[in-house]
Every structure is written in C-alpha cells, then in structure tokens.
T-cell receptor
Framework: AQSVTQLDSHVSVSEGTPVLLRCNYSSSYSPSLFWYVQHPNKGLQLLLKYTSAATLVKGINGFEAEFKKSETSFHLTKPSAHMSDAAEYFCVVSDRGRNAGNMLTFGGGTRLMVKP | ETGVTQSPTHLIKTRGQQVTLRCSSQSGHNTVSWYQQALGQGPQFIFQYYREEENGRGNFPPRFSGLQFPNYSSELNVNALELDDSALYLC?????????????FGPGTRLLVL
C-alpha cells in the first residue's frame, strides 16, 4: 500500500522569498513521484515528476524537488515566490496496476499563500 | 495536440438519481483514470480503464461504474446518488506501455447532489 503525507496544510510566504512544501511518502516499490498544482476552480497541472533518474528534478515555473530515499521525502522548493504561485499543491505517488497501468495516491494538499 | 476534456462542467442532481460524466482523452493516450475530489481534500482514485477494461479500482462501491470506448474516451456512471457524492470529478489520461505514464488531467466536472 502506498501513502503520501504533506506535512503542512497551509504555507504562507512573502513574494520574492523561498518556498518549501514538504512531502513524505510510503511505498512498497520503487515509486514514481509527482507534484501537481491546482488553481481555484481548475483541474490539476503537472509541475514535475521523479521516475528513478536524477534525484533532483526540475519542473515548470522555477519549481524543483529532491527525491531522498533514506528520508522517504520529496520536498518541493522554489527560490523566489511569485503572486501567481498561490494555489493548492499535491504530492502524489504512483502505484502500478494489473496491466502496467498506474494509479495515483494523493496527499492531502498544501495551500500556498503568497503575500505582497 | 488536444488536451483532456470533460463534460459537463457543472451538474446538479437529487438523491437517488443517476448521472453520467464524460471524458475525452488526450490525443495519443490509451488509458483513462477517474478521481473524486471532495471539497478541501486530495483526489481519490475511483478506477482506471485500459483497452476498454477496468484496470484497477479504488475503494468505491459498485454503483460507481465506467466504460471506455474504442476511441479511448470514457464515461463515469454513478447510480443511486447520495449527498456525499457531491464533489469535483476529475478524469486523467495517460499512455500506458509507451514509457510516458504521466497522467494529464481535465478541468473536472463539479457535481452537486441535493
């Protein structure tokens, strides 16, 4: 069984300061890990993914995440927050289905607020 | 390249009714997954369809059922609607077997059950 824990339900930062959204996972397999972002009343947009290549993954809009197997963590960072980054962020782990498909297990989400 | 589309965008039903939600997968994708996102929560996996067959199911009762068509589009059917079925229903498509199993999501259908 797989699970994801997002350690903060809300994070508030000032524009121009660094962002850190924390995620820990549990997986019986070598996981694929993702971060998705959801703006209000919108669907989910893929930010980045880890699939056992480089442990430091770069995504869109300046975000990156580091896979640390020893800590079972996959924290999301950005050096400088922008007002447009305000949204809900989901850390996600992938589980392989019967026919090589993949089912996603989502964390509870972290709401990022950016103050001017 | 056309992204994932869903219809309708919003829907209001009453308890006991049935509902059908539709999803068109992204061009070149062969797998569709459905998720339920209750207000303030992360999405929960309902089921996945690959080659027109169910390929895994989450912890949802049998009144949640689905179909996948030869063009890889999909339907989610919910019978005997309950108040707790009110949620955003998200469809995601992916290409299984092509090394690109990342799921891409549609905008969702917001269902309100009264």
């Amino acid at each position: 069984a797989q699970s994801v824990t997002q350690l903060d339900s809300h994070v508030s930062v000032s524009e121009g300061t660094p962002v850190l959204l924390r995620c820990n996972y549990s997986s019986s397999y070598s996981p694929s890990l993702f971060w998705y972002v959801q703006h209000p009343n919108k669907g989910l947009q893929l930010l980045l993914k880890y699939t056992s290549a480089a442990t430091l993954v770069k995504g869109i809009n300046g975000f990156e995440a580091e896979f640390k197997k020893s800590e079972t963590s996959f924290h999301l960072t950005k050096p400088s927050a922008h007002m447009s980054d305000a949204a809900e962020y989901f850390c996600v782990v992938s589980d392989r289905g019967r026919n090589a498909g993949n089912m996603l297990t989502f964390g509870g989400g972290t709401r990022l607020m950016v103050k001017p | 390249e056309t992204g994932v589309t869903q219809s309708p965008t919003h829907l209001i039903k009453t308890r006991g009714q049935q509902v059908t939600l539709r999803c068109s997968s992204q061009s070149g994708h062969n797998t569709v997954s459905w998720y339920q996102q209750a207000l303030g929560q992360g999405p929960q996996f309902i089921f996945q369809y690959y080659r027109e067959e169910e390929n895994g199911r989450g912890n949802f009762p049998p009144r949640f059922s689905g179909l996948q068509f030869p063009n890889y589009s999909s339907e989610l059917n919910v019978n005997a609607l309950e108040l707790d079925d009110s949620a955003l229903y998200l469809c995601a498509s992916s290409l299984v077997g092509g090394g690109q199993e990342t799921q891409y999501f549609g905008p969702g259908t917001r269902l309100l059950v009264l």
